[in-house]
């Protein structure tokens, strides 16, 4: 689709000479006579790029300018002059334009400098794009009394400078906590570190939060920035902080108290600002009475606690967070988002979920691989939860006794997507052909798809073939 541009000036001559360029280089080109026209070209349809006139009777360049980017933000616009002066491009400039051209127009120039502006609106709208996919990938859904309350501490701790302790089950989104909270703040701009802290092994955590110099042990082959370093200015979330040993947790404190630190087997004292948020699933308490954590290390990161709640004290939500979650995964994988239908909402609402959001989410983007056609019905949600052990029972007494046999696939456990649709691929194949009897052909024309690609199928899959007798 070709870009959009509106050219607005009140000279007839310039309009129709550059609405001939524009189009012959392929572009849509609307024109205006007046501020006024210009205004309520973009209330209705925004254009890629606006080619504006300074010197207008009524409602001059600048003045339109000033109201455009107020309707529009984001609009890329051009300004053009046949008595323009430094002062005018700078005031333009400030104003939000994104170049000043002057008369006469050299069509070469012209030219060169549209399609500049146009780049460079399409590389803005796919950061806006991408930004906006990574805020909503970690946004935080809800709308329970629960949330609201987790949302007014995230609001009340996130301008503020001071550390957070965030508790919670696994599988609740301590980390989107822990970014939200990140977001509020002055730091919000600045880069946002995650470590965790069970993953990384006792013998390479350190050098994995204070980095290492070169040959300062065995497979050392150069410096090492570690986490706190690339965290400076910005935020460091430690994970999984209670599964931290004794000796790295005295190591933290002093870079707490202290804000620096040297790097292993370095002498040099590393000065960073850092705001520090960590987050266990531990109760720290029996930790510290164990002697496995250290006590003043807890009320040094323990100056807000916040408790993020388990998804079964926020059942309301979970219709939210679901339709977020197909939402999601059909923009990552390209899949057309699927409907679910309220009986198998239902279904889902009584789930304890002892995984929480982490296997809510899982289990979505199971189903949005696995189940053919546009909606997810309560037998698809039920037999997706058969096998796992919800407290109470709840999930299984949902189940209608007379439902029939379902897609056993739905209710396997994968290790990876390619796994789970070549799983998928399988199973649907092999009904496919039971369906027309066996025949290649009518399956193949069934399924769309040549007899060749069938046949390679049926043997990269290894399809069961059973002809009926």
């Not at 609402?349 to 053919?372: A, K």
Request: proline share 4%; aromatic share 6%; charged share 25%.
């Amino acid at each position: 689709m070709s870009a959009s541009i509106l050219v607005v000036d009140d000279e007839e001559a310039i309009l129709s000479s550059l609405s001939s360029i524009l189009q012959d280089e392929g572009y849509e080109v609307a024109t205006a006579k007046t501020g006024g026209e210009a205004l309520k070209i973009f209330t209705m349809d925004p254009p890629d790029l606006m080619i504006l006139d300074i010197w207008m009777p009524e409602m001059d360049g600048l003045e339109t300018l000033r109201r455009v980017r107020e309707l529009v933000p984001t609009a890329q616009v051009m300004m053009m002059s046949g008595h323009g002066s430094i002062e005018t491009a700078v005031k333009a400039i400030k104003l939000g334009a994104y170049d000043y051209i002057e008369k006469p127009l050299s069509l070469e120039n012209v030219t060169l400098r549209v399609k500049h502006a146009l780049e460079q609106y399409r590389l803005e709208e796919e950061n806006r794009s991408l930004r906006t996919k990574v805020q909503r990938k970690f946004e935080l859904v809800g709308q329970s009394a629960a949330m609201q309350q987790l949302r007014q501490l995230i609001e009340t701790a996130g301008p503020t400078n001071s550390r957070v302790l965030i508790g919670g089950e696994n599988g609740t989104g301590k980390e989107l906590v822990a970014r939200a909270i990140h977001l509020q703040s002055a730091r919000g701009d600045r880069p946002f570190v995650a470590v965790n802290c069970a993953a990384i092994p006792e013998t390479l955590i350190e050098s994995e939060l204070f980095g290492h110099e070169k040959g300062s042990f065995s497979g050392a082959t150069s410096m090492k920035r570690g986490q706190f370093e690339q965290a400076d200015g910005g935020t460091l979330f430690l994970d999984e902080i209670g599964d931290m040993s004794l000796s790295t947790q005295a190591k933290v404190l002093r870079a707490l108290q202290e804000q620096q630190f040297t790097r292993v087997g370095g002498t040099k004292l590393m000065k960073v600002d850092v705001r520090v948020l960590a987050a266990s699933n531990k109760d720290l308490f029996k930790e510290i009475d164990k002697g496995a954590f250290r006590e003043d290390l807890y009320y040094r990161l323990n100056v807000v606690p916040i408790e993020v709640p388990p998804l079964r004290e926020r059942r309301e939500d979970i219709p939210l967070l679901i339709r977020h979650f197909l939402r999601v995964h059909a923009e990552e994988q390209g899949l057309r988002m699927k409907e679910i239908t309220p009986e198998a909402m239902h279904v889902f609402q009584q789930y304890e979920w002892p995984g929480n959001i982490r296997e809510l989410r899982n289990l979505i983007e199971r189903l949005m691989i696995m189940v053919p056609g546009s909606v997810i019905d309560t037998h698809q949600a039920a037999m997706s939860l058969q096998g796992r052990q919800p407290a109470g029972g709840a999930a299984a007494s949902s189940i209608p006794a007379s439902m029939p046999s379902a897609n056993p696939v739905l209710s396997q456990t994968f290790d990876s997507l390619r796994d789970a649709r070549n799983a998928f691929e399988k199973d649907y194949i092999g009904r496919k052909l039971r369906e027309h009897h066996w025949n290649i052909s009518r399956t193949a024309e069934d399924l769309k798809i040549e007899r060749s690609h069938l046949h390679r199928k049926i043997k990269l899959l290894d399809v069961e073939m059973r002809p009926e007798s």
